[in-house]
C-alpha cells in the first residue's frame, strides 16, 4: 500500500479485471474491515463507498490502469487512510 498525502489518497496493491473486482477485492475489504455501503459501475471503473468506524471512505477501481485506491474526502479521511497504511504495513 502507498498512501498519497496530496491526493488523499491510499493506493492498494490489487490486480484484477473489470469481472473479478469485486471477488478480488472482498480479502481487502474485510483486511481492512471496511464495510460497503453503496456501489456505482461506470464504464470503466468501479467506484464504491465504504465506512471505517464511522468515516466514510470511496474506493476506485480503473480497468483501464488496472489501479484500485482508497479516496479520502477530508482531513479527518486523510487520517484514516494513514492509520490504515500504518497499520497494514503501508508506507
Known amino acids: 500500500m502507498r498512501l498519497d ?3 488523499k489518497t ?3 496493491p490489487l490486480t ?3 469481472d473479478s473486482f469485486e471477488a478480488d477485492i472482498q480479502p481487502w475489504l474485510e483486511r481492512l474491515e471496511l464495510r460497503v455501503l453503496r456501489k456505482e459501475n ?3 471503473r468501479h467506484q464504491w463507498w465504504l465506512d471505517f ?3 466514510e471512505l470511496r474506493l476506485e477501481f480503473e480497468e483501464m490502469s488496472g489501479s ?3 479516496e479520502a474526502e477530508d482531513e479527518e479521511g486523510l487520517e484514516v487512510l ?3 497504511a500504518r497499520f497494514h504495513g503501508g508506507r
Open 10 to 12: 491510499l493506493l492498494l
Open 82 to 84: 494513514a492509520f490504515l
Open 16 to 18: 484484477s479485471s473489470w
Open 5 to 7: 498525502k496530496e491526493h
Open 53 to 55: 468506524e464511522g468515516t
Open 68 to 70: 484500485a485506491w482508497l
Open 42 to 44: 461506470g464504464a470503466d
